[in-house]
């Protein structure tokens, strides 16, 4: 073959060419495809999962999330700038604790529905890849949110962070993707792509993405509509609330402030303009103002609106966008920013407007706690507002206060917003799970599937009015408990009782209450076998829970009596719990996630207190202790209700004043709370009134000796066991969530801490608040109201609201002295500085607590801060 001839090149031959250096935007697609690839990858190990195996994932993730949601909302504050710690860690507690729950038993792999009348099976498969546009806004919580529910679904999801919040984002998605892993899910099964504002186009574009989810920010929302990809988009809407004539008033009013408040003003469905029926205008408008409200004037108005949207008749101004700066502040601060002055503790800020759209810019969607109002003349021109304001911002929700049932569906049916909400609040309610019956989600939920979308009903968009709705409520309670001096003897009589475990404490055996019970269990006319687990510590730990459990199950017993104060008690429940349903988890509260426990089952469960004040005979109920890592495990279901209580006051007999004084506190701190707890009802009420009652009569007789002192304890170890009744179905709040912080690091009594903190949360509570906590059955903040009507059931004097709080709490305080406990901390011999040290960290763990959720007022952690101080140094100090 001849050679072919070329013609000489002025090119070096002997150098190889050079190949660009890539560019940063072909970096970002190889990295994108990378992290896409490891996805499909995953994808495909998903196949052979089991329905079981998926639900066991999304439960370890979602308890990981939990255990973390403080320290995630504390790091998203502090990376945003942005909100309220306390609003997100309850956000993020939404988004894994109500979200798996309403997941729970939801089948999502293979045949999720057989119809066989019709002859139509459904089988579940999984979308694909799924890319996630997440907002600086409530990161976290969306993150966790997205997270869970592509676990749920076998989706494997990647994440591109928005830019103002990409770290707090990654330590959620870590968090899920951790412990998801560690749970058997595939390696890529949660994964992220950085830098994300350079790599969501590249991701969402990747054609092996099969669906975007996008949150929050509009120019997101928009781009992943624009994909080309099927998308679920949720932004923030121009969420209109209509306060009609005839709304229960003080409740819509304290709605439209818990909502427009929270987070700050951030969350994506809280009420932008509240309308306002002509009748209860300036009623509605005097509400506000009790909660916190500041109306401004004409002046402020302009200095607000030329803050929030610039000037727009000004070069260079944006008169569609809102000021950055002023995105989730306080209303001090946006009002401080704009140029006036408003007190500290203001909650909103509202402005009067006379229509909606250009002329009235304040009628747009803005996250920070501003609210426009309206004065509607007719039913019909607040229809037409609210329509109005929908379509100037986005439908996601609307909110509706009125008892006119066809009224709410007329609104339902004039206003165009995918939920609406009615009597509950916007951010709230929009939400679901809390208020109504929507199922819970943050931001876009829900899914897609092939075949489904060429069908009729497809073609619609179904929008959702949503009634408030407490949902069912359970009082829970032992079928049985017997009372009285002797009560112990029905032991012998107890049927069916052939294999006992009996678990107690070294203080029960060394007092002789053991060998007490063991010689009525002796007097049975059948013999019964009797195993005893007698090593529980004041602190019951995992290990010796688990051991008991593990006697439980070689011995089989048919009868497990707990036998001692509160912590033989929680460690009975505990192993009563594990030998009935091995698989429960310690980390899981007792079913929050959707455990679906049914109770002991293979035994039944005696408790026999031999301390008064615990209630933990009766409630359901139970703590365990991590000694290694220092870690809590408060378990909380009703399935650790016993089936029997025995509350027999002869086995308190030898316990000395102190003691007796201390365990009255608790009973009392119980009773108090259960009182003025947002999920007090009709059935603890009287429970609580009468427990106060008891304690407050008996206690000083009951620290005297001779028949007068007998006959007094006998009373108050009934106070504690109705104040266990009521706490059972009623929550507690600040005292509790705080003692259980302080007592087991300070190493004082429970009682004697909770006899110290007390009288400061009666006043926290007795005062106007910032802040007041959400429940579908707790319309409007009635503590101070409350608190008066139980100084007048104990004789003291309450005129107003304002008097009964303070001779309650003053009450509290004499009781207090009288049965010579100390008045503060400080006079209990606890070291200042040590404990000003600590403070900070007993305010977050009484935060984390489960107590504090149910306590009328919103705990912050600079409030709980001021009351640790108060029982520090006394309450007056």
């Known amino acids: 073959m001849t050679p072919q001839h070329t013609e000489p090149s002025d090119r070096p031959s002997e150098r190889p060419a050079e190949r660009p250096a890539p560019k940063p935007a072909d970096r970002t697609a190889e990295a994108v495809a990378a992290v896409v690839a490891n996805a499909l990858r995953a994808l495909r190990e998903y196949d052979g999962f089991t329905q079981e195996k998926v639900d066991r994932i999304v439960r370890k993730a979602a308890l990981a999330a939990l255990a973390a949601h403080v320290r995630l909302a504390a790091l998203a504050v502090e990376e945003t700038g942005r909100g309220v710690l306390e609003d997100q860690a309850a956000e993020n507690r939404f988004a894994c604790e109500r979200v798996a729950r309403g997941m ?17 099976v459904e089988i579940a498969d999984p979308v694909g890849v799924v890319a996630a546009l997440t907002p600086a806004a409530g990161p976290t919580a969306t993150v966790l949110f997205q997270a869970l529910i592509a676990l ?90 209509y306060l009609e004539r005839s709304a229960d008033l003080a409740r819509a009013v304290n709605d439209v402030v818990l909502s427009r408040a929270f987070d700050h003003g951030l969350a994506p469905a809280a009420e932008q303009t509240v309308i306002l029926d002509a009748a209860v205008h300036e009623r509605a408008l005097a509400g506000f103002r009790a909660l916190g409200g500041h109306l401004v004037d004409a002046g402020e108005k302009a200095l607000l609106e030329r803050y929030l949207f610039g000037d727009p008749h000004g070069p260079g101004d944006d008169p569609g966008g809102v000021n950055p700066a002023a995105v989730g502040r306080s209303a001090a601060e946006v009002a401080a920013a704009a140029g006036f002055e408003v007190p500290a503790g203001t909650t909103v800020l509202l402005a009067e407007v006379a229509g909606v ?70 951010a709230q309610g929009a939400a679901g799970g809390r208020y109504n019956a929507l199922p819970p989600a943050l ?74 019970v063991r010689e009525v269990l002796d007097r049975r006319a059948d013999p019964v076998a009797v195993r005893v687990v007698d090593t529980v510590e004041p602190e019951p730990s995992v290990e010796t829970v688990e051991r008991g459990a593990e006697l439980m199950r070689a011995f089989a017993p048919d009868t497990v009596i707990a036998l001692g104060g509160r912590a033989p008690m929680d460690a009975a429940k505990a192993m009563w719990l594990l030998y009935a349903h091995p698989e429960a988890e310690f980390a899981d509260p007792g079913g929050t996630l959707g455990a679906g426990l049914t109770g002991g089952g293979r035994a039944r469960l005696v408790c026999v207190p031999t301390a008064s004040g615990t209630g933990g005979e009766v409630a359901p109920f139970a703590e365990v202790t991590d000694p290694e890592s220092g870690r809590r495990y408060p378990l909380a279901d009703p399935a650790l209700t016993p089936d029997l209580a025995v509350v027999d006051p002869a086995l308190t007999a ?62 108050l170890h009934h106070a504690g066991t109705i104040a266990g009744l009521a706490l ?46 959400g429940r579908a059955g707790y319309p409007v903040y ?3 109201e409350r608190l008066a009507a139980l100084a007048r059931t104990l004789a003291l004097p309450a005129g107003t609201p304002e008097q009964g709080v303070e001779s309650l709490a003053g009450a509290v305080e004499e009781l207090r002295e009288r049965a010579g406990l100390p008045r503060s901390l400080k006079l209990a011999g606890v070291e200042e500085s040590a404990f000003l040290e600590a403070l900070p960290r007993y305010a977050l763990g009484a935060l984390e607590d489960r107590c504090a959720p149910g306590s009328p007022r919103r705990l912050l952690l600079a409030d709980l801060e001021r009351l640790l101080r108060r029982a520090y140094y006394g309450d007056r100090a």
Not at 159 to 184: N, Q
Not at 203 to 224: E, I, M, N, Q
Not at 738 to 759: D, E, I, M, N, W
Request: aromatic fraction near 4%; include cysteine.
């Open 104 to 120: 729970a038993g939801v089948r999502t792999v293979g045949v999720v529905r057989r119809d066989e009348l019709d002859g139509i």
């Open 152 to 241: 749920k679904t076998r989706n494997p999801v990647v994440f591109s962070f928005h830019p103002g919040a990409p770290r707090c984002s990654a330590e959620a998605a870590r968090t899920v993707r951790d412990a998801a892993v560690a749970a058997g899910a595939p390696a890529s099964c949660v994964q992220w792509v950085e830098p994300a504002s350079a790599a969501a186009g590249a991701l969402t574009r990747h054609p092996d993405v099969a669906l975007v989810l996008a949150t929050g920010d509009p120019a997101a929302v928009r781009a992943a509509y624009g994909c080309g990809k099927p998308a679920l988009g949720a932004e923030p809407g121009n969420v209109p609330a």
């Open 357 to 426: 759209g250009d002329g009235e810019p304040l009628t747009r969607v803005k996250p920070c706690p501003v609210l426009a109002v309206l004065r509607a003349a007719s039913r019909s021109r607040a229809l037409r507002w609210a329509a109005e304001l929908v379509e100037l911002g986005g439908g996601g929700a609307a909110v509706v206060h009125t008892e006119d049932e066809a009224f709410a569906e007329e609104f339902g049916l004039a206003v165009r917003a995918g939920r609406v909400v009615w009597n509950a609040p916007g």
């Open 443 to 516: 931001g876009p939920g829900g899914g897609c599937s092939g075949p489904a979308a060429v069908r009729a009903d497809r073609l619609l968009n179904l929008r959702r009015l949503a009634r408030r709705d407490g949902g069912t409520r359970r009082f829970a309670a032992p079928p049985a408990i017997l009372f009285e001096r002797g009560a112990v003897r029905a032991l012998a009589e107890l049927p069916g009782a052939r294999r006992i475990v009996l678990v107690t404490d070294r203080a029960a055996v060394e007092q002789g209450r053991l060998e007490r």
């Open 654 to 715: 030898d316990r000395p004043g102190p003691a007796v004084a201390e365990a009255a506190f608790a009973a009392l701190a119980r009773c108090v709370e259960a009182w003025i707890s947002v999920d007090a009802n009709d059935f603890t009420d009287g429970l609580a009134r009468q427990g106060a009652l008891l304690v407050v009569e008996h206690l000083p007789a009951a620290l005297a000796d001779g028949p007068d002192g007998r006959a007094a304890r006998d009373r």
């Open 728 to 773: 059972g179905s009623a929550s507690l709040g600040a005292v509790h969530a705080l003692a259980h912080t302080l007592a087991p690091a300070l190493h004082l009594p429970y009682g004697r801490v909770c006899a110290l903190l007390l009288p400061p949360v009666v006043r926290h509570a007795g005062a106007a608040p910032a802040r007041v906590t």
């Open 782 to 784: 009635v503590a101070p």
